[in-house]
């Protein structure tokens, strides 16, 4: 049974791209969340979503940046006009159901924006 | 607003001693609490767990302790060992406002095990 599967591992973005970050969750895990990891910080909560539906989104910056999790296919995080303040590493979690559960993380998306 | 507090950056601890990891909470509707184990370029990997109807649980070498009133836990770790060494982030989750359950993370604490 695969772990949380996270792509790329490493991505270098030019201020102003786009960059898109992928997870498959674990096979039977509906519930998928992003947290981001700054430099010397902590692991902040951004999102998280079911399939299809965004549950909560308060920790994710109004503009620039959004998810989803389709009916087929990985969860896309995705970060228009990248700036150098986005340079973080990018986590995601799955998790079998919403209640008193541990979530199961992937390597996670170093992203650089030079 | 940091709700889940870990006031020391890190420890360092002789191989074969205890290691005690704190953390500090202020939200009351928390009712689960995690460990997680982090390497350097790697994701977190789940220790330990404890809910908030307990007071300890036991897993081998990693102990949890929740006090409630005190609204504080710790992970306690004996023997220690240097593969131990590593970031550890204590995170809690709980049916707040009826929107999600989120996991919010301490900052970590990293600890090093000497040999």
């Known amino acids: 049974n695969a772990g949380v599967m996270q792509n790329p591992r490493h991505l270098v973005r030019r201020r102003g791209q786009e960059a898109r970050l992928r997870c498959s969750p674990m096979?039977?895990?509906?519930?998928v969340y992003w947290y981001r990891q700054l430099p010397e910080e902590g692991l902040k909560f951004m999102v998280y979503l079911q399939k299809e539906n965004i549950i909560d989104e308060s920790g994710m910056p109004k503009e620039r940046f959004s998810a989803e999790f389709p009916k087929e296919g990985p969860s896309i995080l995705r970060i228009q006009q990248v700036v150098r303040g986005d340079s973080a590493a990018y986590f995601c979690?799955?998790?079998?159901?919403?209640?008193?559960?541990?979530?199961?993380f992937g390597q996670g998306t170093r992203l650089t924006v030079v | 607003d940091q709700q889940v507090k870990q006031n020391s950056p890190s420890l360092s601890v002789q191989e074969g001693r205890i290691s005690i990891l704190n953390c500090d909470y202020t939200?009351?509707?928390?009712?689960?609490f995690l460990w997680y184990k982090k390497y350097p370029a790697e994701g977190p990997t789940f220790l330990i767990s404890?809910?908030?109807?307990?007071d300890k649980n036991e897993d081998g070498r990693f102990t949890v302790f929740l006090n409630k009133s005190a609204k504080h836990l710790s992970l306690h770790i004996v023997p220690s060992q240097p593969g131990d060494s590593a970031v550890y982030f204590c995170a809690a989750s709980g049916d707040y406002g009826g929107a999600t359950n989120k996991l919010i993370f301490g900052t970590g604490t990293l600890l090093a095990v000497q040999p």
């Open positions: 979690a799955s998790s079998p159901k919403t209640m008193n559960t541990e979530a199961f």
């Open positions: 096979k039977g895990h509906s519930h």
């Open positions: 939200n009351s509707m928390f009712d689960y």
């Open positions: 404890i809910s908030s109807i307990k």
